[in-house]
């Protein structure tokens, strides 16, 4: 996978490519941050040697004690020995706790850098994935992918990871001081630590697949809230606040029944890990003892051997967590991975030209399309030019494939068949980015951003004026009602425009689509949530500016586009009729029966 540059981050995100594990993968993040990383585990190492030299110096002290209490001994130089070993002791701790703390602050601050950067992979990564995508995937799950499953992974990088490396440190160091200080005792717990790991490995790969199952089930816990939340309108109008709970109450137990069996699984886990420590423990008691009265063993080396013993038993201790949260880490690395390896069927194809200032011609040859998954086309053969300047209006029932025409033309979505051309160039053979640049859209479904009603008719303008913010929402019949209120440009529309009315929203979104002065623009149903006054003042304001552009209307009214220079009527995919209003109500019985029924109804 290539390097990616994080929209407006300025760093650059490393995205390892390497056909290993997602875990692994995740863990090559690290080598971004090669000096954090070497500044954590050598403070680590550091650490670890602190804490394996206390062995050695109580030894010494015991001995020290032995020997003073012999005959003829000088109880002055025990008794210096003491202090000494007393001293180095503190000396150690101090060492061992100045570097234990810079190893946690490091290690958090690295977690912390690449949970960054693995944020802005994703959330970079889901800016450019095709429409067919989200067609296939929930906002939950993609929410939680880039919060809790970073946040789990985070959480190894800072703690389990380091927990590993310690423990292997202390493991092996405290091994071979073990075989130094007696080797012959140091083979009777050996044969434990193979079955201590075996167990560990036992336990991770039971753990991996749960632990995915949770993330799913919160996923779908997160999904059914996002969604409760942002339809809380109809969910009240509807009295079903019961049944939301409901349906929440049982995802939540779903996902607690997840957890308390991973909980089960890891309850077992620990004891048997204590019991084979224990079982070490009794057996170097045992034998320990044996060597002691036989005179091979004095009370120092015991002691010295006893506290290594310790640190041999103690990281098998910490394997269950790192098992745990290793388990949780691989699994929430899949999913990320799922999203960072995830395939646009929309990009840029090799070769791919800029598109040159466009006049507007546009051709729909033969165009046939047809949804990911599904056999039945949307769009059949349907075929007609737009010349330069021309306005072209889609009519149609619901389903009829007018929303599937102007999805093609910023290439939201590919043609199955047939090509679509601006200027004599197929959108196919053009950048994705010169060709959207020149297309003003007003989508039926109208989103705006949290900000102010400013800063949201300059999204694709940002360094647009003021003046040319005004005169764009002039047009758009939306500079009054935005005066109306008291900070004017600078009033908060709040989280997708809740604050504004459907009316105010729509004409915010035309406003939008002006400021960029497009050659194409790309009207859906654009007046569908206004009253028949703002209407008059919306069309009169488009019919003025659609001058000299190329205007695809979707409009559920006959009366809205009248003057247009083609009408395209559809019906099942197919273009059934064409022509203008007055060809269409002379020579199309489906039109004459819209207009007809239309006007009866006004």
């Excluded at 405290?174 to 717990?189: H, K």
């Amino acid at each position: 996978m290539q390097a990616q540059m994080n929209p407006g981050m300025g760093r650059a995100t490393r995205q390892p490519a390497a056909p290993r594990g997602a875990l692994l993968r995740a863990i090559g993040y690290l080598g971004d941050h090669r000096r954090n990383v070497a500044i954590t585990y050598g403070t680590l190492a550091l650490a670890t040697f602190a804490q394996l030299m206390v062995p050695q110096i109580v030894q010494n002290m015991i001995d020290a004690v032995t020997e003073s209490l012999a005959p003829n001994a000088d109880p002055a130089t025990g008794e210096r020995v003491i202090w000494y070993a007393a001293l180095l002791i503190l000396l150690f701790a101090i060492m061992r706790g100045l570097f234990s703390f810079i190893q946690a602050f490091m290690s958090q601050k690295t977690s912390q850098d690449v949970a960054y950067d693995m944020r802005n992979a994703i959330f970079a990564r889901i800016q450019r994935l095709s429409f067919s995508y989200y067609d296939q995937t929930q906002t939950g799950q993609l929410m939680i992918r880039a919060t809790d499953d970073v946040e789990r992974l985070r959480t190894f990088v800072a703690q389990g990871l380091v927990m590993a490396a310690q423990s292997f440190m202390l493991l092996f160091g405290a091994l071979l001081m073990l075989i130094f200080t007696n080797w012959s005792l140091t083979l009777v717990m050996l044969p434990l630590l193979p079955i201590a790991l075996a167990l560990f490995m036992g336990f991770g790969k039971v753990a991996q697949p749960l632990f995915m199952a949770i993330q799913a089930k919160l996923a779908t816990l997160n999904t059914i809230l996002q969604e409760n939340l942002a339809g809380m309108k109809v969910v009240k109008s509807f009295a079903r606040e019961p049944h939301e709970v409901q349906r929440f109450d049982a995802a939540a137990s779903d996902l607690m029944a997840q957890q308390l069996r991973v909980n089960r699984v890891f309850s077992f886990l620990f004891p048997v890990v204590f019991l084979v420590a224990q079982l070490g423990q009794a057996a170097i008691l045992y034998f320990g003892g044996v060597q002691i009265l036989n005179g091979t063993l004095n009370l120092g080396e015991y002691q010295k051997f006893s506290l290594f013993l310790i640190y041999v038993f103690f990281p098998l201790g910490q394997l269950g967590m790192i098992v745990s949260m290793m388990a949780q880490a691989s699994a929430s690395a899949k999913r990320i991975f799922e999203v960072l390896d995830a395939e646009s069927e929309i990009r840029d194809m090799p070769g791919a030209t800029a598109l040159p200032p466009i006049r507007g011609h546009v051709e729909f040859r033969d165009v046939t399309f047809r949804y990911l998954g599904s056999g039945e086309p949307v769009l059949k053969q349907v075929s007609f030019v737009a010349q330069p300047g021309q306005t072209i209006a889609l009519l149609g029932a619901t389903g009829s494939g007018k929303t599937t025409i102007i999805n093609l033309l910023p290439r939201f979505y590919d043609a199955s068949e047939g090509s679509i051309l601006i200027d004599g160039h197929d959108v196919r053979q053009v950048t994705i980015d010169s060709l959207r640049s020149q297309i003003g859209i007003v989508l039926q479904e109208t989103n705006l951003f949290s900000g102010t009603i400013r800063e949201n008719i300059a999204f694709g303008r940002p360094e647009a004026s003021d003046a040319e913010i005004m005169a764009a929402a002039q047009a758009a019949a939306a500079h009054d009602f935005i005066m109306g209120f008291p900070d004017g440009y600078q009033t908060y529309v709040g989280e997708r425009g809740i604050t504004l009315s459907g009316g105010q929203k729509q004409r915010v979104a035309i406003a939008r689509a002006l400021l960029l002065d497009p050659r194409l623009l790309i009207l859906d149903d654009s007046t569908s949530s206004v009253d028949l006054q703002t209407e008059y003042h919306i069309q009169q304001a488009l019919d003025q500016l659609m001058r000299g552009r190329t205007s695809f209307v979707i409009a559920q009214r006959v009366s809205t586009v009248l003057s247009a220079d083609q009408i395209l009527v559809l019906d099942k995919g197919e273009i059934v009729a064409q022509g203008t209003h007055a060809d269409l109500l002379e020579n199309s019985p489906i039109y004459a029966e819209i207009y007809s029924s239309q006007l009866v109804d006004a």
